[in-house]
């Protein structure tokens, strides 16, 4: 089993419509957990992060955290082209908190 | 603030080939990463260092090995290339904070034929 799990896609969603990507761990540990954006062919940039159990918004983002679970979702409203990208989950492990472990990345495309 | 620069950005090897690949940060972070990105498969964790003078297996390290050089440069050297690891390879710094973030470099594009 893989520590980190996300579903590939590609994810497509119309233009305006809310995008929700998923996100399981295997370690109950983990304290913190990352949202990365990655256009094609450039580096992962940071969009969230959230380490308590609920919700977290920032503008159009929202980060959903249930650690009896073990899942993460972010959740995009009103989607733009410009959002087309893949998302990877990260999660901080317990046992190191310099050790941060991906997910495969979902790609998601926004059709106008 | 060059944030965090690789060298080189792209390099083409032969199987059996040796080389490494340079990382630099300056933004005075303790951790800093080695990671690389195959097509499908994420970023896959190599190997890091927590802080200056140690260094710990990630979920994919054999066939590597790095050195913090010190609390700027951490380089990630092949020994014997193979064909197999042909990918990209990120390196990242951060403080490693309960909510930190990681800044990753351009990136280093490799093939070994």
């Known amino acids: 089993q893989k520590e980190v799990e996300q579903n590939s896609g590609p994810l497509s969603v119309p233009e305006g419509a809310i995008a929700s990507l998923n996100c399981t761990y295997s370690d109950r540990g983990s304290q913190s957990f990352f949202w990365y954006r990655q256009y094609s062919g450039k580096s992962p940039e940071l969009i969230m992060f959230?380490?308590?159990?609920g919700d977290k918004e920032d503008g159009r983002f929202t980060a959903q955290l249930n650690k009896a679970s073990q899942y993460v979702s972010l959740l995009i409203r009103d989607s733009q082209p410009s959002d087309s990208a893949t998302y990877l989950c990260?999660?901080?492990?317990?046992?190191?908190?310099?050790?941060?472990?991906f997910g495969s990345g979902t790609r998601l495309s926004i059709r106008p | 603030n060059a944030g965090v620069t690789q060298t080189p950005k792209f390099q083409v090897l032969k199987t059996g080939q040796s080389m490494t690949l340079q990382c630099a940060q300056d933004m005075n972070h303790n951790s800093m990463y080695w990671y690389r990105q195959d097509p499908g498969m994420g970023l896959r964790l190599i190997y890091y260092?927590?802080?200056?003078?140690?260094?710990d297996k990630g979920e994919v390290p054999n066939g590597y090995n790095v050195s913090r050089l010190n609390k700027r440069e951490f380089s990630l050297r092949l020994e014997s290339a193979a064909p197999s690891q042909t990918s990209v390879y990120f390196c990242?710094?951060?403080?490693?904070?309960?909510?930190?973030?990681?800044?990753f470099g351009p990136g280093t594009r490799l093939t070994v034929l």
């Open positions: 959230i380490y308590s159990n």
């Open positions: 990242a710094s951060s403080e490693a904070r309960i909510t930190d973030t990681q800044y």
């Open positions: 260092s927590a802080s200056e003078g140690t260094t």
């Open positions: 990260a999660v901080r492990a317990y046992s190191s908190a310099s050790k941060i472990i």
